[in-house]
């Protein structure tokens, strides 16, 4: 490569002299195009609700999430994703009322979509807002059944792309189920709904304040995810995990959790060259919005942190700070 350039021939501060200059060599960006919302839905619900371990993080009532969706539109935020937090007199443990048509995430997106025809909405395929035993999946002689859960699946995607969703996003980490979803929703001819698949999540502990947001926590409880979810000790997997979603019909793979898998994100991307998104997880956002909120960090960080993303190779992110940072960066 370059190799005998010599101070002072060589001046690297000379591009740093201003922020035109900067910007002018910078090598990422971030645009509101890049970001993605992840919105919270509340059963029997008034107005909005503030979730304890994510600050400034609301709740929606069905009513009050469409005033969201409009702001959203006009801060430049064309790209949602949709979680419930259901009643636990639903839940069971068969996750029987994500087979609903007419539950609470149904329901929300037709109403999204019917208004708001323009903000692409993904919903996630995972039953774990669903299940008493808080799971992604089935239980059998309690572990996670795999093809059990397969079936499930399959039809909970197919009601949410029945719903309007765009984009179906399976976070359940179950082995096959991009190809049993892809299959099932060109049969039904879904042709063009495009599966974003959870490709490499890993069993984190960052997913702490979002068991919260949709009152999983409580019925998890100390059970743990490990026996579907990646180790984060482990790289290679990641390769194989996203092969095989991309062979059987993903469009997007995501990495998730985002920061502290930077070095996946940039793997995946350079590995395969095809979308990929990742996520700043819920503990990602709250330990730096709590510092910001407390004076300890500037709020410049969050930005940094996104950036970081990019950097990575991230095409898209989905981000709690989402809004805000689109404020920012079109003010800026
Ligand atoms: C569950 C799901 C989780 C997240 C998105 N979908 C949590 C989990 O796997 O327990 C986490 C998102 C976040 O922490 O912000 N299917």
Redesign the pocket.
């Known amino acids: 490569m370059f190799i005998n350039r010599k101070f002072p021939t060589s001046r690297l501060r000379r591009l740093r002299a201003n922020s035109t200059l900067i910007d002018l060599v910078s090598e990422s960006s971030i645009s509101s195009n890049d970001l993605i919302q992840?919105l919270f839905i509340k059963e029997n619900l008034k107005g909005t609700e503030a979730i304890n371990s994510m600050p400034d993080i609301l709740r929606y009532s069905k009513e009050s999430v469409i005033d969201e969706v409009e702001d959203l539109l006009d801060h430049n935020i064309n790209t949602i994703?949709l979680?419930p937090a259901i009643d636990s007199s639903k839940k069971d443990s068969d996750g029987t009322e994500a087979l609903n048509k007419s539950n609470l995430i149904c329901e929300s997106i037709q109403k999204i979509k019917s208004k708001f025809p323009e903000m692409l909405v993904i919903a996630?395929?995972?039953?774990?807002?669903y299940t008493d035993h808080?799971h992604?999946g089935l239980l059998k002689n309690n572990y996670v059944d795999n093809d059990l859960t397969l079936d499930v699946l399959k039809s909970q995607s197919l009601i949410l792309a029945e719903s309007g969703a765009d984009i179906l996003?399976p976070?359940?980490?179950m082995d096959g189920r991009i190809g049993i979803i892809r299959e099932a929703l060109e049969n039904a001819d879904y042709k063009n709904t495009i599966l974003l698949s959870?490709a490499a999540?890993y069993?984190?502990k960052?997913?702490?304040?979002?068991?919260d947001?949709?009152s999983?926590a409580s019925n998890?409880g100390t059970s743990s995810?490990s026996s579907y979810?990646m180790s984060p000790t482990n790289k290679d997997e990641a390769i194989h995990e996203v092969a095989i979603d991309i062979n059987e019909g993903a469009d997007i793979v995501m990495v998730?959790?985002g920061m502290p898998y930077l070095d996946i994100i940039s793997l995946i991307k350079n590995t395969f060259k095809v979308p990929t998104f990742a996520?700043?997880?819920?503990?990602?956002?709250s330990m730096l919005k709590l510092a910001i909120n407390k004076g300890w960090l500037h709020s410049d960080v969050m930005l940094e942190s996104l950036v970081s993303f990019k950097r990575a190779g991230a095409d898209a992110i989905?981000t709690?700070a989402a809004k805000e940072i689109s404020r920012e960066i079109n003010i800026k």
């Open positions: 992840p994703a979680f996630d395929v995972a039953l774990d807002p808080g992604d996003a976070s359940d980490m959870y999540k069993n984190s960052f997913y702490g304040p979002f068991r947001a949709v999983s998890l995810k979810q998730k959790p996520y700043q997880v819920s503990g990602e956002y989905l709690y």
